[in-house]
């Protein structure tokens, strides 16, 4: 099938020609994501001496797996496919939407807090707050959060996965099962709370759908970017940051 132009967006519409097989390449390669990216990170400290912080090192680790992340998906796609790694992930999308994209980004953080607090969702230990000691970490933190962890994210759930499960068995069936990955991935940071589960279960379907409706995975990235800045600003705005530590 060739590409066709989508009248809302005149953007390039790309099958998902890859298949299961590809996702076994993809598991295949993440051990080898993660020693390169454990080599990179001390290979960075040592060689400009940087000292850093325990959250540098855990946020470069993190930031270097997900290169090697994307990386992967380039090689499964180009080299084994021969089609471009942006379009065939379906990211591009037309910047005007960003008008409705970021307010329901915010709104979906709003609704998810609610819902948590009426659920008495407890208090957890979050190792990513835990890393909120001081200027430069919690800028850090802010910045990986609202920039390249949506990215990756996305890249992988809504790029990658969601379109291939959507050709074997639906659009629900896609939507729900990658929701379900996405809170299992992100389990062990909320101390497997079913609470917290079922609210980052949630948010996924709505980035799910945001792909299915716009027919991008940047638009899923926008909404989950500004999704976690609010949620990073209000952490900020109680206190749950180096200000409250010191």
Request: aromatic share 14%; hydrophobic share 60%.
């Amino acid at each position: 099938m060739t590409p066709v132009e989508t009248s809302d967006t005149a953007l390039p519409v790309v099958e998902p020609f890859w298949g299961w097989i590809d996702v076994g390449w993809f598991l295949a390669s993440l051990p080898l994501c993660f020693l390169g990216s454990m080599i990179a990170m001390r290979s960075v400290d040592a060689v400009f001496g940087l000292g850093m912080s325990v959250a540098g090192r855990l946020l470069t680790l993190q930031a270097f797996m997900y290169v090697l992340l994307f990386a992967a998906l380039w090689f499964i796609l180009e080299l084994r496919h021969n089609l471009s790694l942006w379009p065939a992930l379906h990211f591009p999308f037309a910047w005007r939407q960003a008008a409705g994209l970021i307010p329901a980004g915010f709104l979906l953080a709003l609704g998810v807090a609610f819902l948590g607090a009426a659920l008495h969702a407890p208090d957890v230990d979050n190792p990513l707050l835990r890393l909120l000691k001081d200027p430069l970490s919690t800028a850090l933190v802010g910045l990986f959060a609202s920039t390249l962890g949506p990215a990756a994210e996305e890249a992988l759930f809504r790029g990658f996965l969601q379109p291939l499960i959507q050709k074997t068995a639906g659009l629900a069936a896609a939507i729900l099962s990658t929701s379900l990955l996405f809170a299992a991935l992100h389990g062990p940071q909320y101390a497997w709370s079913w609470r917290h589960l079922l609210l980052l279960s949630l948010a996924s379907i709505a980035f799910g759908l945001t792909r299915a409706r716009w027919n991008s995975t940047g638009a899923a990235t926008l909404v989950h970017a500004v999704y976690n800045m609010t949620f990073f600003i209000g952490f900020l705005l109680q206190g749950r940051t180096f200000a409250a530590h010191g």
